[in-house]
């Protein structure tokens, strides 16, 4: 039987009415109360819109109170939510439109002009709030198996495709995060990760599943976090690489140390560099490394923080209830060995929306293969080492880009490290690095550097300097725009 429960909104509104549910850093404060009326009336003027149960409406907006209160209208309503990303281009935009089968594009206004040709009906959000009112019939519960938001993959190879997320596994992946970080009457939970994406999305439910405060930036900025860090009382912070690095600089620069209160400082997107997180646990950052993907519903594996110290640079151990394997060409990988990491739980998708070939070949027996490489250590805690498709065969030998990145961003004179393959007719593979500097160093140095920490099929052979390195909108490296740098002969 399909399990359902009250609508997460609407249930904190009921207990906790007078709870704060958003803040920004203008100083904007809403209720949970006040949060559900305000979705409510959102809900009436889609409804005056012909937005029904079963509609299918895309959302193109940068983070906002106005996003969060969109998100969750829709699903009062029963409506598919179909997320698309602010960086794109209206041709992906199109393509992504077509292939959910959207009947509406809400943009915020200054995605319009671009949003125009998309071929889909198409408002403002801020047109929106003129719209008239309409009675509608409320879903006071949720189905945890219906679906109810779509987001593409990034799509670096071949069409992106669109990963469906059911009510079940927003509310498995919030559950599975409270039980390994805990939850507090005093938390707040800053994520700057766009709304557009799974790392991002999943804080709006958890805030109204857990009655928990969210901090509503428009996006990154250094400044932003560290003043409501210090000065508004977040506890937690989602970040990926990047952002960590910037926030340790300004950290430094202004000479200021986070309170005792702040707990939690969130990693994911990928392998960190060992240096990184060695700095932060100087300073008594408490960051905590985390895996997760899209189709995961973001974090699915979390280091617990009674082992942040004694598994310094492991991403830990599956949450409640997921499960974690480790796999090779033979069978199941030995303790140390690299291998594909699989996962399996009720956070994960249960497949990509009209693709029912990448559905089966995304799984094995239940298993969701993430393509990603990584191993267990004799406690089964997981180390991340890179994406699969990311990985460099260099006569024979493996190398994870994430690793050699890290050694090259520990230099002082490095601000920003990618590394790629480059198809060479002995080795067959090898590595080369696209590099941003914060001051002058030259490559002779660098190989110096790098010859005392890395074996020497492991050293970059050719270098790259850039301005900066392509990143998506959650500060993401994007490879494969150097890797066609590479091949078109501009790099």
């Known amino acids: 039987m399909t399990e359902i429960i009250p609508h997460w909104l609407q249930k904190q509104a009921d207990l906790s009415p007078g709870r704060l549910a958003l803040e920004t850093p203008e100083g904007t404060k809403i209720t949970f109360g006040d949060l559900h009326k305000a979705v409510d009336i959102q809900a009436r003027k889609l409804a005056s819109l012909g937005v029904l149960q079963g509609s299918r409406v895309a959302v193109l907006s940068h983070n906002s109170v106005e996003m969060v209160v969109l998100v969750h209208a829709l699903s009062y309503i029963g409506a598919t939510l179909i997320l698309l990303n602010t960086r794109l281009t209206a041709s992906e935009w199109s393509f992504q439109l077509q292939d959910s089968e959207a009947d509406l594009l809400l943009t915020a206004a200054r995605f319009e002009k671009q949003a125009k040709d998309t071929g889909v009906a198409l408002l403002t959000i801020e047109m929106l709030h003129e719209q008239p009112e309409k009675e509608y019939t409320c879903c006071t519960e949720l189905r945890l198996d219906d679906v109810f938001n779509i987001i593409y993959t990034s799509g670096t190879t071949g069409n992106p495709k669109g990963v469906e997320h059911t009510f079940g596994n927003h509310w498995w992946s919030a559950i599975g995060s409270a039980l390994n970080l805990g939850l507090s009457h005093e938390d707040k939970w800053l994520s700057p990760l766009p709304m557009f994406h799974v790392g991002g999305l999943s804080t709006i439910f958890k805030s109204a599943i857990y009655g928990m405060p969210l901090y509503v930036t428009e996006s990154f900025d250094e400044k932003i976090v560290q003043t409501a860090i210090i000065d508004r009382g977040v506890t937690i912070v989602s970040v990926v690489t990047v952002m960590l690095q910037r926030l340790l600089r300004l950290q430094e620069e202004d000479g200021v140390t986070y309170p005792e209160k702040f707990r939690c400082m969130l990693l994911g997107g990928g392998p960190a560099p060992l240096h990184l997180l060695e700095e932060s646990k100087a300073r008594a950052i408490p960051v905590f490394q985390s895996y997760g993907m899209t189709e995961t519903s ?107 990145e890290g050694i090259l961003t520990s230099q002082p004179s490095i601000k920003d490290a990618a590394v790629i393959g480059k198809t060479d007719t002995k080795w067959g593979s090898v590595p080369v690095a696209f590099l941003v500097k914060s001051a002058d160093v030259s490559v002779e140095e660098l190989q110096t550097y790098c010859q005392e920490r890395l074996a020497r099929y492991k050293i970059p052979k050719y270098w790259h300097w850039v301005d900066e390195l392509p990143r998506n909108a959650s500060n993401k490296l994007m490879r494969y725009k150097l890797q066609q740098l590479l091949d078109e002969g501009s790099a």
Do not use: C, H
């Open 298 to 404: 973001s974090q699915i594996v979390t280091l617990s923080p009674e082992d942040s110290i004694r598994k310094l640079g492991s991403a830990g151990k599956a949450l409640v209830p997921a499960q974690l394997r480790i796999m090779t060409g033979t069978g199941f990988a030995k303790p140390e060995e690299p291998g594909e990491i699989q996962v399996k739980g009720p956070m994960i998708t249960k497949g990509y929306y009209r693709n029912p070939n990448a559905t089966e070949g995304a799984f094995r027996e239940g298993w969701l293969a993430t393509g990603d490489v990584g191993y267990t250590d004799k406690d089964g805690y997981l180390y991340v080492l890179d994406r699969r498709k990311d990985l460099i065969i260099s006569g024979g030998e493996n190398i994870y880009p994430a690793e050699v």
